[in-house]
């Protein structure tokens, strides 16, 4: 069965996608080398606080964190770490889900350091 969204539905989903948008073009200029994978996520969190957005994963089944950080061979949804410094060459998976206004934006880019 499709369930077909309705217009306001449409509309709450296209907020939440601008604000996730946002957030990642803001990382594009935040991630180089020498970034410790911790302050992605302390970004990441006040972009999407400050945008009138919920990082909607917080709190599921426990989940602590804004968005999820993998580095280079991790698998996807590893935990932002302190302590664990980026370096040129790494890649890194940013994920998140975000919900504005009830729309819920979900999304994952990957960002070559350096």
Known sequence: MI???SVNEIKEMSDAGKVMSGM??????LIKPGLDTWDIEV???AFIEDHGAIA????FEGFKYAVTVSVNNEVAHAFPRKGLILQNGDLVK???VIEKNH???DSAW???VG
Do not use: F, N
């Open 103 to 105: 729309g819920l934006a």
């Open 110 to 112: 990957t960002y070559r």
């Open 24 to 29: 990642h073009h803001m990382l594009r200029g």
């Open 3 to 5: 369930t077909l969204k």
């Open 56 to 59: 909607s994963q917080i709190g």
């Open 43 to 45: 970004k990441c969190r």
């Open 94 to 96: 940013v994920d998140s």
